[in-house]
């Protein structure tokens, strides 16, 4: 087994804030617990296991946690075969990995991230139930990509562990990290959720616990307008595609991008973002909804903008 990381974890919660800021006990944090069993879990979890620790991978279905296994055993012999990664090291990560369907088999984790649906409610119940059955130690973070983790904070007798750790998609390739900061949290427990960003070989970002953040809060308007734009049928959703391709220098123009992140997601943001600034320009487009509504939700179902048949 790779050798754990290091990194600061506070002593008991009972222990109130100051003394458990000033008297930290040094352990190591071997075990990670991941839930959800969509394409971020699976990709949180990958990353997680290169990085050097051991991974439960908690999923409501045993046929949706087999189903991430084989997506990481299939991303790391990609890997493999571009000679990124040895299949020793290949092996070696896939033997820390555990799955389960049973919520108690996450209560030795020194460090949970859940990735579930974007749903407030759903998320406070589910830190709710962590914290009742976590270690006093453990950290809970929330990948979530826009709804304020201070909600999820709050739910818990643990407010000043619990933090953002938001990945984005694909996880397994994209190198910034938005570790988020509710009014509640420590700032050693943002350290903490920084060192082990780090430890993963990715790029961490300190940002407020602020609807979006500092990506999406700047990304999702661009996006909505882009539908407006064609809404107003000032150029074809081809063209305004190829207009940011070749004139801004992006990967992908707005529509494919949506796509790939999902027309659902995507409202769900905007509607998040407009909650909270209630600014005209985060205000969902008529198009985007009508999507949604029709089933259309980018890759993931074959159809949104464009159809991937």
């Known amino acids: 087994m790779a050798e754990a990381r290091r990194i600061p974890i506070y002593p008991s919660s009972e222990v109130n804030l100051s003394l458990r800021t000033a008297n930290l006990v040094f352990m190591q944090i071997e075990k990670v617990g991941i839930i959800g069993s969509g394409v971020m879990g699976s990709g949180i979890a990958q990353?997680?296991?290169?990085?050097?620790?051991?991974v439960t991978l908690r999923s409501r279905e045993t046929a949706n946690a087999h189903t991430m296994v084989e997506q990481i055993k299939h991303s790391l012999s990609k890997m493999v075969k571009r000679d990124t990664l040895t299949g020793s090291a290949a092996d070696e990560a896939l033997s820390r990995l555990e799955i389960t369907t049973n919520m108690q088999d996450?209560?030795?984790s020194d460090l949970v991230i859940e990735s579930v649906i974007e749903d407030l409610e759903t998320k406070r119940e589910l830190f709710q139930r962590l914290d009742g059955l976590c270690k006093a130690n453990t950290i809970l973070a929330t990948n979530t990509s826009t709804l304020p983790v201070v909600e999820m904070?709050?739910?818990t007798k643990r407010p000043d562990l619990v933090c953002g750790i938001h990945f984005f998609n694909p996880a397994t390739q994209m190198k910034l990290v938005e570790v988020v900061a509710p009014i509640t949290v420590s700032e050693t427990t943002l350290?903490?959720?920084?060192?082990f960003v780090l430890s993963l070989g990715k790029e961490p970002v300190k940002v407020k616990d602020e609807a979006g953040f500092v990506?999406?809060?700047?990304l999702f308007p661009y996006l909505n307008s882009a539908i407006?734009?064609?809404?107003?049928?000032?150029?074809?959703?081809?063209?305004?595609?190829?207009?940011?391709?070749?004139?801004?220098g992006f990967p992908m123009g707005p529509f494919k991008l949506l796509d790939l992140i999902g027309l659902d997601t995507s409202l769900n943001v905007l509607e998040a973002l407009h909650f909270e600034s209630r600014?005209?320009?985060s205000v969902p487009a008529t198009t985007l909804r009508r999507l949604v509504a029709a089933g259309?939700?980018?890759?993931?179902s074959k159809h949104g903008f464009y159809d991937y048949e």
């Open 47 to 54: 990353v997680t296991l290169l990085g050097g620790y051991r």
């Open 106 to 108: 996450l209560q030795d």
């Open 153 to 155: 904070a709050t739910a």
């Open 191 to 195: 350290d903490i959720a920084v060192s």
């Open 215 to 218: 990506v999406n809060a700047l």
């Open 228 to 248: 407006c734009m064609l809404e107003r049928h000032v150029a074809s959703m081809e063209e305004i595609d190829r207009s940011m391709q070749l004139g801004c």
């Open 279 to 281: 600014s005209p320009s």
């Open 296 to 300: 259309r939700l980018g890759r993931k």
